[in-house]
């Protein structure tokens, strides 16, 4: 079935460290692919998406690569700040299906002055 | 707009108790979700509706219960609470199909089951 695998955490980093959080995925087809980000004591905002092989979602500094070789959806960032301690999921949707999120178990990333 | 909004913010139940976690959005988003987060894990499916009046179950609907009556509210029930339930549930809304169809989070309701 469909599933996403997350690198395990906790993360902490050093203000200004380059940042790579390692997403693979199991799916058929072509799903589109998510990064969520949640924030303490927060809902989850979306990050980045790509929704085709090869695409490249950015925002805010970070940015993935849909790369269907691979099955691969890093996350990564050159140059960390405090601000970005949060946690990060990668998450999937099906083609063709718009109602099936999957979720994967979440990266926490600590980032220290 | 005020996105997805959740009520309570925070509540603590005694066992057997129930309640209702408020949800709604302002998007005339046609799907809807609830979603329990647990301690250092992801997210588990609860419940989710494509529509007013259409409901399914998700990955883990044991001990909640769930009725859409309109677009905008879509709330979750507990019956008989139990210490398992002891979650952060997340409701969230899209629409499937469209520019964009990434999911909105509400800020999301912390429950304590003691």
């Known amino acids: 079935g469909d599933s996403v695998t997350q690198m395990e955490g906790p993360v902490t980093l050093s203000e200004e460290a380059f940042l790579t959080i390692n997403c693979t995925y199991t799916?058929?087809?072509?799903?589109?692919l998510f990064w969520y980000v949640q924030y303490p004591g927060e809902g989850l905002q979306l990050l980045l998406k790509?929704?085709?092989?090869?695409d490249k979602g950015s925002n805010k500094g970070f940015e993935a690569t849909y790369r269907k070789e691979t099955t691969s959806f890093h996350l990564e960032k050159g140059s960390v700040q405090v601000s970005d301690s949060a946690v990060y999921f990668c998450?999937?949707?099906?083609?063709?299906?718009?109602?099936?999120?999957?979720f994967g178990t979440g990266t926490s990333l600590t980032v220290i002055p | 707009n005020a996105g997805v909004t959740q009520t309570p913010k925070f509540r603590i139940l005694k066992i057997g108790q129930s309640m209702t976690l408020q949800c709604a959005q302002d998007?005339?988003?046609?799907?809807m979700y609830w979603y329990r987060q647990d301690p250092g894990m992801g997210l588990k499916l609860i419940y989710y509706?494509?529509?007013?009046?259409?409901?399914d179950k998700g990955e883990v609907p044991n001990g909640y219960n769930v009725s859409r009556s309109t677009t905008e509210d879509f709330p979750l029930r507990l019956e008989l609470a139990a210490p398992s339930q002891t979650s952060v549930y997340f409701c969230?809304?899209?629409?499937?199909?469209?520019?964009?169809?990434?999911?909105?989070f509400g800020p999301g309701t912390r429950l304590t089951v003691l």
């Open positions: 509706s494509v529509g007013a009046g259409i409901t």
């Open positions: 998450a999937l949707i099906p083609p063709n299906t718009g109602n099936q999120f999957y």
């Open positions: 799916a058929t087809g072509y799903p589109s």
């Open positions: 790509a929704t085709k092989a090869d």
């Open positions: 969230a809304s899209n629409y499937p199909g469209g520019l964009f169809d990434e999911q909105f």
């Open positions: 998007m005339n988003h046609n799907y």
